[in-house]
């Protein structure tokens, strides 16, 4: 977990970055963040939400700017698995924070639920950002790993950017709540996992 300094100077990076760039500030952080490097979405997309109840940022620009971003970093990430290879992930990762815990824990994921994985992580705290080397690794197809990557994307940025827009000038304050904000997206996640599930089975049967 950052440190209460480096995240307050990672949120003025990320507010000067948004300010001064706009959707294209969004959409290299959002890069950023799914290649690896430790940049919170929360902040990034309910700051954008945010400007958005300013009036400044229109909500369909910002989701997909955010969701675009996070395509792109994740394909950079996917690509350092399938070609560069998990020890060379692992012998450099430090520099980005990454360590041998953090894959680990997404290639337990990822052996466990298999492509779909994929989908889910974008919106689960510790996998999310690093879901995408075991998928690499695995050289899972690069078509659906596209869509599912862009498809839980699009939900989380779009559940961020509302927060933002709720909260108006107090958007900060997601900081302290996005505990409760990944545990009940995992819950609605898990949720509607079990009801497809038995939807099937129904239809099956």
């Not at 889910?120 to 659906?144: E, H, Q, W």
């Not at 000038?169 to 995992?186: C, H, M, N, P, T």
């Amino acid at each position: 977990m950052a440190s209460p300094d480096l995240l307050a100077h990672l949120t003025e990076f990320i507010i000067n970055a948004i300010s001064n760039s706009g959707y294209l500030g969004i959409f290299l952080l959002m890069v950023g963040e799914s290649a690896l490097i430790p940049i919170p979405s929360e902040v990034i997309m309910s700051f954008s939400g945010y400007l958005v109840s300013t009036g400044k940022f229109n909500v369909v620009a910002v989701i997909l700017a955010g969701s675009v971003g996070n395509l792109v970093g994740s394909l950079a990430a996917y690509f350092a698995g399938a070609y560069l290879g998990r020890g060379f992930v692992l012998k450099y990762g430090r520099y980005v924070l990454l360590h041998k815990s953090h894959l680990e824990l997404a290639e337990s994921y990822f052996k466990k639920y298999g492509n779909r994985s994929t989908f889910v992580s974008r919106m689960l705290p510790a996998i999310r950002t690093y879901i995408s080397l075991p998928a690499g690794t695995a050289r899972m197809n690069l078509k659906r790993f596209a869509a599912l990557t862009f498809a839980g994307s699009l939900i989380w940025n779009g559940a961020l950017t509302f927060i933002g827009i709720r909260l108006g000038q107090e958007w900060e304050g997601i900081r302290k709540y996005s505990s409760y904000l990944d545990a009940f997206v995992v819950v609605a996640v898990i949720a509607a996992i079990i009801i497809y599930i038995r939807k099937r089975r129904a239809s099956v049967t």
